[in-house]
């Protein structure tokens, strides 16, 4: 009840006309668009760390002194941990590319009570979205009702097995990764 007294929202879903108005108001559900960095300057980035900088500095510190094989070592690993974060910024970026592509599907919502197909564009907060196995979670969702829901987070979380989510109250302050009355986009249920 106090989701849908927050949402103004019912078990019947929205009304089209509501719907219409906070799409106006809150706009498409879509990630926003950023402009991408080239790929230069992603493996650049890699070397602007307080850590990079003292580690230069010890390398150039060991050449001078005449440990060359350490100021060599030294460097091969700044050059490793530049190419190890700029490979997970690449990974980062991809999934972000593939959650944006995910979201261009239809979703079944309640709407005047009645099950109804829309674009995933066209979700809005309130919207009662009915999910089936293999459905994949077009929006962040609060679970208000389930029978032995699960769903695959390993796109976010990287774990194999199926998270359990349950319409239970949880309180305020449990970190978004453990909050199993939430379904998050881009996961499968």
Do not use: W
């Amino acid at each position: 009840e106090e989701i849908f007294k927050n949402l103004k929202s019912s078990k019947n879903g929205l009304a089209d006309s509501e719907a219409k108005n906070r799409l106006a108001k809150y706009g498409m559900n879509r990630l926003r668009k950023f402009k991408k960095k080239s790929r230069f300057i992603v493996f650049l980035g890699q070397f602007n760390s307080f850590l990079v900088y003292i580690l230069v500095l010890a390398a150039i510190v060991s050449a001078l002194i005449g440990h060359v094989t350490d100021a060599v070592i030294i460097g091969a690993i700044v050059i490793l941990n530049a190419g190890i974060g700029y490979f997970q910024e690449y990974k980062a970026e991809e999934i972000i590319e593939k959650l944006k592509r995910s979201l261009q599907y239809k979703a079944l919502v309640l709407r005047n009570g009645i099950q109804k197909e829309v674009g995933s564009r066209f979700l809005v907060p309130g919207d009662i979205v009915i999910l089936n196995p293999g459905d994949r979670i077009l929006a962040d969702c609060r679970v208000i009702s389930s029978e032995n829901l699960q769903a695959n987070e390993s796109v976010l979380t990287g774990e194999s097995f199926p998270s359990e989510k349950m319409n239970k109250l949880l309180s305020s302050d449990v970190v978004l990764a453990e909050r199993t009355n939430m379904l998050y986009a881009g996961t499968n249920i």
